[in-house]
């Protein structure tokens, strides 16, 4: 094992029974809800990996363009021997492309909550960046977190790409990114933003013809059987994912094809047929839209780059 990797966990988000505690909370809403953030276990990763790898998928190719296009301007405005603290980091793929850029980075922070995960892909960093101190937190990046300064840093910048931002609806992603402006120590952040289009392309992304969306949201259940000791019939619900135009959010659930019961954790619930579960949100922002948002969460906008059909932005903002 390299030297350099040492996964921490804060104490104050060791609670195994969050899962369970928040499943059971969501289904006894009306209407019933399970956070997405549950979809990131090892095997969800690997799906949603696969998902941005779909010729229909656009985001994940169009902000990698954007970063490869526009590396040598971004690192200019980091700055040297900075550190960089990603946010929800999946598979690390990314941020090989600013890092490769970057002048004399001083280190990187990985933070993801699934911890195996998280470790088998900072490995692979680690093999190909022998000289880059690794820090790699397994952690909801959600909750307030303190993350260890890397010695000798300069500033603090974080990345937040794959436009993950838009799971949160608007108050909560605004008060997302004033925590995240606090944890930065007043460097900046670098933040992918998928914008508002065609409802018809939007569709097309989030409801493939492969199934593997389908298979990723149904994931939740799968996990919720083999962790929590569930019996979802993973069958029974059907992934479902229009666009809300007048709230420009793709809107995911799972829609219980019959009436069941399931049994969780103890308790019994019951699903009407034709009743939605909903598991995630995924908003759209215009680019004046998304820059008033930060503004307001004290973020001063500073550069922003999109592809030329439109269809993704990249800003860099700066604290206030």
Known sequence: MDAR???????SQRR????????IAGLSKTPKEISCKYFYDAEGSR???????????????TET?????HAEEIAALIGPEAEIVEFGAGALAKVRLLLDALDR???????????????????????DYPALALNPLAADFTLKLAIPAMPGARRRAGFFPGSTIGNFRPDGAAALL??????LNGGGLLIGVDLVKDPARLHAAYNDPAGITAAFNRHLLLRANRELGANFDPQAFAHYAPYNVALHR??????????QAVTLAGRRFEFAAGEPVHTEDSHKYTPDGF????????????????????LFSLHWLESA
């Open 291 to 310: 820059r008033e948002m930060a503004a307001r969460a004290g973020f001063a906008p500073r550069a922003m780059w999109r592809d030329a059909d439109g």
């Open 105 to 127: 980075p001083r280190g990187y922070t990985p933070i993801d909550i699934s911890g195996d995960y998280l470790m088998e892909v900072t490995r692979q960093l680690a093999a």
């Open 250 to 259: 793709v809107e995911m659930y799972l829609v219980s094809l019959k009436r």
């Open 16 to 23: 195994p029974d969050d899962f369970a505690r928040d499943m």
């Open 47 to 61: 799906l949603f990996e696969a998902i941005c790898d779909l010729p229909e998928y656009y985001p994940t190719r």
């Open 65 to 69: 363009a954007l970063l490869k296009t």
């Open 178 to 183: 004033r925590q995240m402006r606090a944890s």
């Open 5 to 11: 990797i040492a996964l921490a966990t804060p104490l």
